[in-house]
Nanobody, 118 residues
Framework: QVQLVESGGGLVQPGGSLRLSCAASGSIFSIYAMGWYRQAPGKQRELVAAITSGGTTNYADSVKGRFTISRDNAKNTVYLQMNSLKPEDTAVYYC????????????WGQGTQVTVSS
């Protein structure tokens, strides 16, 4: 079984920064794409940023220039550095990873709350 454990969420003032981490553990052969999604109250879950095993990145237009996704393949960990945070960034942030064990399957973390408020 594979587990994704997120950390780093919290309350921050507008203009502030947070860094989210997500570590994968279990019987992992390989991890392909990893990403961060978010879901605000009353809204659908949306992609924030994604990164391939080779380091190619993709961002939602709303976070380009403010958020940076990165990964440490040796630690099976993905990060999301969030700068210049806005109230509209408030949401539960979920980590997602495509993990090869016996089969290739997508896994989700439990979510971490990010609240941007003065």
């Amino acid at each position: 079984q594979v587990q994704l454990v997120e950390s780093g969420g919290g309350l921050v003032q507008p203009g502030g920064s947070l860094r989210l981490s997500c570590a994968a553990s279990g019987s992992i052969f390989s991890i392909y794409a990893m990403g961060w999604y978010r879901q605000a109250p009353g809204k659908q879950r949306e992609l924030v940023a994604a990164i391939t095993s080779g380091g190619t990145t993709n961002y939602a237009d709303s976070v380009k220039g403010r958020f940076t996704i990165s990964r440490d393949n040796a630690k099976n960990t993905v990060y999301l550095q969030m700068n210049s945070l806005k109230p509209e960034d408030t949401a539960v942030y979920y980590c997602n990873a495509e993990v090869a064990t016996i089969v290739l399957k997508g896994y989700w973390g439990q979510g971490t709350q990010v609240t941007v408020s003065s």
